[in-house]
């Protein structure tokens, strides 16, 4: 038997003022993955009203999206699109990164694309 993983992983990690968020993305995301994933990030973004955000989208993993899901992400962005003073993403297919310099327009903070997951990290701690 073939189990296809999808799913959204979510860590949390506190440095001095900031919170920093790192998203992985898994296979073909669903609708019921961003109802799980959703709650969680506004209740982190609640519990810490003070702290500057920065977070890193791992797409390497990434599949693409259910067509609902496709939806829950663009909202996702629309409704946080301030909240991140960085947002590092990470992906090895052009496709993610043509869809991170689309980001730029929906982003209100700094928005870059890398291959490279060390860098990206180090980045968001500059």
Not at 98 to 107: C, D, E, G, Q
Request: hydrophobic share 45%.
């Amino acid at each position: 038997m073939i189990i296809k993983e999808h799913g959204i992983g979510i860590t949390l990690k506190r440095a001095e003022q900031t919170l920093f968020v790192e998203i992985a993305m898994v296979g073909k995301l669903t609708h019921e993955d961003y109802e799980l994933f959703v709650p969680m990030i506004d209740n982190a973004m609640k519990n810490t009203p003070d702290m500057k955000m920065n977070m890193l989208f791992d797409m390497r993993e990434l599949d693409g999206w259910e067509l609902q899901a496709g939806w829950d992400d663009f909202k996702f962005g629309l409704n946080h699109r301030s909240d991140f003073a960085k947002l590092a993403l990470v992906g090895n297919r052009k496709w993610q990164e043509i869809s991170a310099k689309l980001s730029n327009w929906f982003v209100g903070g700094e928005t870059r694309y890398f291959e490279d997951k060390t860098e990206a990290i180090e980045w968001l701690y500059r």
